[in-house]
Each structure stands twice: as structure tokens, then as C-alpha cells.
């Protein structure tokens, strides 16, 4: 290989590819029905990729191969932003790197994210090698910048590395693991031609991770970004402006908070307030008193009071150029679309929420939504549920697999967590459930990242059992009184907030919103009034249902019609027109 005709990049530029999942079917039969039901079964027509470690770890020597002949090579041009009627001045590279020395111990979350293309060709002038960074913000999830992602398809050509702060040197991970991209999700708002709109992007991985992960500021946050509160920037990349190579090592750099006002006098339009943080003392116009990010540590997050900021964006060329600034993409403005594809699992691993349902007779079944008309199809029959009084589903224990929680007859509650490889297994909860009248799955209400629930006990009181991300959950926190006569519901985040919600429709047939604040104590703030005619007699939150990452809710009327809500993430109205799905769903009596 010539190091003049690869095609090498430490962040990246360019067009969409969509993901197909392959590889072998995953699927388990009921269990036998003893003192608990059965457990559910393994939709059969999602699959995970498969790559194997030696495929995983041929794209990271790839990868590298193609980094360091680029580095070699005469000047090579930078991939420079699609070109659009709103291209930038030029200023702009949209590819930044940087940081002094840490430890994999100070930042666990860490990942590195490798990729490589051959493009199926022997030509090696079309290769595609590329750097990233990333942060592990659920045990499956890695935030990383749109730019990272756009164009390239991560489950065929990427690898991550993730628990050491080494650059791989070969097949040797120095401690790390490899894993493999499940799908990839790029923020529908990101404009490659600006790298304007939220320079945000979620990867998927094929597997969860057992490193400590590292949550996104929230909606609220506004003294993070205050002019001066410090920050740190995380990152593999270059360390110098006169060299192209990547730290083989983890860097860190401390850097003040800036005004908008500061990047914009800078960088004039092509830094877009609200959408981009500007962090960093102004440049020196040599590597001696810069401290700034750089080429390779584009996706890295931008670090303050424990939770990101941002995410590396963009910056000058080379990274030193006189009174420059370091831009980032500001996560508190996207923190709404970001935790929906953070907490995105469902019943057939396609991203899209599905629906549980049991006739009188016990029949169970699931049905997998199509993320258009009619919506839900392809069911499953799971068999003999009739000693269930209660269904929901949650990722309870953070493995990315979707989990059942359910309420046997004589009040046990019970945990089924698939196993990742062929079947269900159960956790106990405990005994003394029917003392509730209802029980719901939001989300994370208490502010940990560890999905929670609500119960609804018969004299009216409403109780929060923080979780602990096992299946199991802590001592219970009281909401408040008066929810008797209140039908609850939800699951997600209703208000674009970030923040999980809960539904409750009265008497009346009101349906009232009460908005998640990120705190299990008060867990939500004043209710807003969805409006009225709600008088439904079921209702299934169960998540993103058309996959656009807005929450969306189920009902089904008197006559058996099945409605389906999307949401469209705004607390004022929360919903859009209601869409038939279809009639006959009075033939089930539990939904969940």
C-alpha cells in the first residue's frame, strides 16, 4: 500500500448509509408455567451483527494502518464539510484532537472508535481509515459527533475499543476490549455541510460494557456553560500542530468556558449559538501556550461538573492559529433527542417501541411495531399467560435487551431479563404487589441513569422505587397523595426535556402531564393539562413507536379501535392527532 493513495481521517466527513442487521436469530420458547408465568420469547426476525474478535480487531489495524500512512504521506487534503447553499466561511474543520495525560481510572467511559472500509475493491486509493473518540453513556451506548457517523456504516466497517487509555499496538488491546456496532443513530437536526444543527451522534454496541458510564448534562443546565467554569476535554488525539500523529496515549486538557459572544467574534457565523459551546483560552498561533483539542479528538467529550457539556466539534486548522477557540456541540440544547436513543430497546432490536398484549383466555402476544401504517404486525405468541395481572416492559438491568416486569396473581412481582443468548431468565422482585392499583416504567426519574418505577397504591398515595439497574429496586420515595382516582401511564420523555414523564388522566377524562424534573424527590413539577375525551379503557406506554425518538402512547376506545399517539415532544402539546391502528383490540384485556 502506497501511504499517498489511502484515504485516511481522525474525525469525519460525509452521505448517509443506512443499517441492515445480520447474523444468527436469537430466540427461546416459553417456559413451562409453575409458581410463576411463563416467560416471554425471543422475537426471531431481529438479529445482531456478528463480526468476530478477529474481524474487530483486522478493521483497528486497518484503521491505523491507513492513519499512519497518511501521516507520512505528502500534505493531504482535509475532508472538508459537504458542500450546501449555507457552506461555511472556511474556517471550520470540522476534525479536532488534543490533551495532556490520563489515566483509563479517571475516565472509564472513555472509548476509542476505529473504522476501516476497502470498499470491496482492490483499488487502495478509495480506502477509508478513521479516528474518533467517544463516551459510554449507558453499558451499550456511545455518544460521539454526528460527523463521526455520517456517511459511514458502523456495524459493517467499526470497531470500539473501550476500558484503557493504550492506542491498540496490533492484535494487543493493552487491557481493553473490542466490540462491535450494533446501529447507529445521527441527529435528524445535523447539517454536514455546516456541521451546524447538533454535531451529536449514538452508536449502539452489540454488547454492554462493565465500565462506568457518564451521563449527559440536563435541559436545565445553565452553569456549566458560564463564562469561566472550568471544563475538561478528553481524547487520543494529535498533540502537536506540526504533526498528523494521534496520541498513542489518553489526553486531557483543562479549559475555561467560554461566552457565545467570545467564538462568534472569532469565528463570525459559522458559530451558531445555542447549538455550539465555545470552550478554551484563544490560541497562541503555535503549540507553546495553546491548550486546545485537536485532530482525532472529534466525539470526546467535554467534561464539567461530572457530566458532558459537549462534545468536540470543530475548530481551525492545525488547532493553534492565533486567538482561536475550540467549538463544541452543545448537549444541553439536544439532551431530549439524545436520551431517547440512549434509552431505546424493544422486543425485535430494531429501535422501535413494541406492545404486549394477553386475551381473557391468557393467550399472550407480541406485536412489533412497523414504524408506519398500520404500525403494529408481525405478532408473536408467547402461550399461556393467564397468571399475570400486570405488564411492562423496561431495560432494567442497562444490558440494552428489553425486559418484562410483571405481576403475578398473588401479588409477586418478577423480573425477566433475556440472557443475551438464548432465553429469559427471572429475578423475584418480591411478594405484596396488589397493594398497588397500578405500576408504571417512566424512565430515569431520580437522576442516576437507572430506570425507575411508580406505583400506584389503592388509598391514592404514589410511590417511587428508585432502580438499581439489576431488575431490583431501593427504598420507595413518597410522590404524594391524592392519585386515587387518576389512571396512570408512561414511559419517556413526553416534554423534549430529556427528562422522563408521567401521563394521568382523571375522572373526567382528562389527561394530565406530569413532567419529569430529574429528582426523585419532588419527582415532578406542575402538571399541564393535555386536554380532554380521554376516556379510554386502555392504555399502553411502551415507548418510541415510529422511531422518530419522541415517546408515543396507545388507547383503545370502547368499541375495540386501538389509537395510536405520537408524541412530538413538547409539553404545551405533547401529542399529535390521534391515528387508527385498527379495530378488534377489545379481544385483549391486559396490555402492557
Known amino acids: 500500500m502506497t501511504s499517498t493513495s489511502r484515504r485516511a481521517h481522525r474525525a469525519l466527513p460525509a452521505a448517509a448509509a443506512a443499517l441492515a442487521l445480520s447474523g444468527a436469530v436469537l430466540a427461546a420458547a416459553p417456559a413451562e408455567a409453575t409458581e410463576a408465568p411463563p416467560v416471554p420469547a425471543r422475537q426471531t426476525v431481529g438479529a445482531l451483527p456478528s463480526a468476530s474478535q478477529a474481524e474487530l480487531l483486522q478493521r483497528v489495524q486497518d484503521a491505523q494502518e491507513a492513519l499512519k500512512d497518511d501521516a507520512t504521506a505528502a500534505p493531504a487534503a482535509e475532508p472538508k464539510p459537504t458542500a450546501s ?8 474543520d470540522p476534525k479536532i484532537i488534543g490533551g495532556k495525560d490520563a489515566t483509563i481510572a479517571e475516565a472509564p467511559w472513555m472509548v476509542q472508535l476505529h473504522y476501516y472500509d476497502d470498499k470491496g475493491t482492490a483499488d487502495e486509493s478509495d480506502d477509508d481509515g478513521y479516528f474518533c473518540g467517544g463516551t459510554l453513556v449507558a453499558p451499550a451506548k456511545v455518544l460521539t459527533a454526528a460527523h463521526c457517523a455520517y456517511g459511514l456504516d458502523w456495524t459493517k466497517h467499526g470497531t470500539v475499543i473501550a476500558g484503557t487509555s493504550r492506542v491498540p499496538t496490533g492484535t494487543d488491546l493493552n487491557g481493553g476490549r473490542a466490540v462491535g456496532v450494533w446501529r447507529q443513530w445521527i441527529n435528524p437536526t445535523y447539517n454536514n455541510g455546516t456541521i451546524a444543527g447538533g454535531d451529536l451522534a449514538v452508536l449502539t454496541l452489540t454488547e454492554a460494557l462493565p465500565y462506568k458510564t457518564l451521563q449527559v448534562t440536563s435541559s436545565t443546565d445553565t452553569a456549566s456553560y458560564g463564562n469561566g467554569t472550568p471544563a475538561t476535554v478528553y481524547g487520543w488525539g494529535r498533540t502537536s500542530s506540526t504533526s498528523d500523529d494521534i496520541s498513542l496515549t489518553l489526553k486531557k486538557a483543562s479549559v475555561p468556558m467560554r461566552s457565545d459572544s467570545a467564538c462568534t467574534s472569532y469565528f463570525g457565523s459559522d458559530f451558531v449559538p445555542g447549538q455550539m459551546a465555545c470552550a478554551g483560552n484563544p490560541a497562541s498561533g503555535q503549540d507553546a501556550g495553546t491548550v486546545s483539542p485537536c485532530n482525532g479528538d472529534s466525539g470526546g467529550p467535554l467534561v464539567v461538573n461530572g457530566r458532558i457539556a459537549g462534545v468536540v466539534s470543530w475548530g481551525v486548522t492545525d488547532c493553534v492559529k492565533s486567538g482561536a477557540y475550540a467549538v463544541y456541540a452543545k448537549t444541553r440544547s439536544y439532551v431530549g433527542a439524545v436520551n431517547a436513543r440512549i434509552d431505546d430497546t424493544d422486543l425485535d432490536f430494531d429501535g422501535r417501541a413494541d406492545l404486549f398484549v394477553r386475551t381473557p383466555g391468557g393467550q399472550a402476544y407480541e406485536y412489533y411495531s412497523l414504524g408506519k401504517a398500520p404500525y403494529l404486525g408481525n405478532r408473536l405468541a408467547l402461550g399461556d399467560y393467564s397468571g399475570i395481572t400486570l405488564a411492562r416492559q423496561a431495560d432494567l438491568n442497562r444490558d440494552d435487551y428489553q425486559d418484562y416486569l410483571l405481576r403475578a396473581s398473588d401479588g409477586v412481582l418478577y423480573h425477566y431479563a433475556f440472557n443475551g443468548v438464548d432465553r429469559y431468565e427471572t429475578t423475584r422482585v418480591g411478594g405484596g404487589w396488589n397493594a398497588m392499583k397500578n405500576l408504571a416504567v417512566p424512565g430515569d426519574l431520580s437522576g442516576d441513569a437507572l430506570p425507575d418505577l411508580i406505583g400506584q397504591d389503592k388509598s391514592g398515595v404514589l410511590w417511587l422505587y428508585p432502580g438499581k439497574g439489576d431488575g431490583t429496586f431501593g427504598t420507595r420515595v413518597r410522590v404524594g397523595g391524592g392519585w386515587g382516582s387518576l389512571t396512570i401511564a408512561g414511559k419517556g420523555d413526553y416534554s423534549g426535556d430529556g427528562k422522563a414523564d408521567l401521563l394521568a388522566r382523571d375522572t373526567s377524562g382528562v389527561l394530565w402531564l406530569y413532567p419529569g424534573r430529574g429528582v426523585a424527590s419532588p ?19 411502551t415507548g418510541d413507536i415510529n422511531g422518530d425518538g419522541r415517546a408515543d ?40
Not at 581 to 590: D, I, Q, R, S, T
Open 85 to 92: 447553499p449555507q457552506a461555511t466561511s472556511g474556517t471550520v
Open 523 to 541: 419527582a415532578f413539577g406542575t402538571r399541564v393539562k393535555v386536554g380532554g375525551g380521554w376516556n379510554y379503557n386502555a392504555y399502553a406506554a
Open 553 to 592: 402512547l396507545l388507547a383503545r376506545d370502547s368499541s375495540g379501535v386501538l389509537w395510536l399517539y405520537h408524541g412530538r415532544g413538547v409539553s404545551s402539546a405533547p401529542f399529535a392527532a390521534r391515528i387508527k391502528v385498527g379495530g378488534g383490540w377489545g379481544a385483549f384485556n391486559l396490555f402492557g
